[in-house]
């Protein structure tokens, strides 16, 4: 049951520092050219489903500890999980092109 409630705090935090990422991302964008706009709107539309499946993520985890974890709570964390690496990759190549 503990690790439950570890994860509901985590998956919380998780998704308030993300929030806090985003507006320093909406300024980012406000400030570059429009090559780049584009291409950070793929990933800005992807942070935004992250942030929602991550919230539904955290809400299933705070039920009862079994059923949080079991199945849904894991297709869900591995969902983001994934979901996290391709909008990171997106971020990088859209800022590594910005720099160039």
Do not use: C, K
Not at 1 to 29: E, K, Y
């Amino acid at each position: 049951m503990q690790w439950a409630n570890f994860s509901v705090w985590l998956i919380a935090g998780g998704v308030f520092m993300a929030i806090v990422a985003a507006i320093a991302g909406i300024v980012d964008t406000m400030l570059v050219g429009d090559t780049a706009r584009r291409r950070s709107s793929l990933h800005s539309i992807l942070t935004i489903l992250v942030l929602i499946v991550a919230m539904i993520n955290g809400f299933i985890h705070s039920r009862d500890a079994w059923t949080s974890v079991v199945p849904t709570g894991i297709i869900l964390s591995a969902i983001t999980a994934v979901l996290v690496l391709v909008t990171g990759w997106l971020g990088y190549s859209a800022r590594r092109e910005v720099a160039a």
